[in-house]
């Protein structure tokens, strides 16, 4: 005759994953959320000037960004005098033509006439340098341009 045997206590029960891709999904959600987009690094001292009436431009348009000024202190050896910077690099005044090229080849079709150019301007450049930067812009038909600025009072420049 056979034996019957009782089955023994098995231990825990296996652990269910049936819920583990909403919690994967979840996190890369929330890190998506609360990663910041890296901007450019600034390569030169970029004190703007101040303005009591200013306006803040529409996050809607895209935004292309000159930044003008003297080569902060990591980069002394690049020279004293006032520096164009686009993106991470500096440039000379003929660059900015390649530059708008590249912004606007980024851009869907229906955007194209409104892409801004933002200056960033230091208050000690010269503006021999930013009359160069708007003669490329003008070259370019990139006649839509905005200088930024911090809120203050414009007579303290």
Do not use: C, H, W
């Amino acid at each position: 005759m056979s034996k019957f045997k009782k089955k023994k206590e098995g231990g825990l029960p296996p652990i269910s994953t049936a819920s583990l891709p909403d919690i994967v999904f979840m996190l890369l959600f929330f890190f998506m959320v609360a990663t910041v987009i890296k901007e450019d690094n600034l390569m030169i001292d970029n004190k703007l000037p101040s303005a009591d009436q200013i306006e803040k431009l529409d996050k809607k348009r895209p935004i292309s960004y000159i930044y003008a000024g003297k080569p902060s202190e990591r980069f002394k050896n690049m020279g004293t005098e006032a520096r164009i910077q686009l993106n991470d690099k500096f440039a000379r005044p003929s660059d900015i033509k390649a530059f708008i090229a590249s912004e606007r080849a980024n851009l869907r079709e229906d955007q194209l006439n409104k892409l801004i150019i933002a200056l960033k301007v230091d208050v000690d450049a010269n503006m021999g340098l930013i009359g160069d930067i708007k003669q490329e812009l003008r070259k370019e038909n990139a006649l839509k341009i905005n200088y930024t600025t911090r809120k203050g009072d414009a007579v303290s420049n």
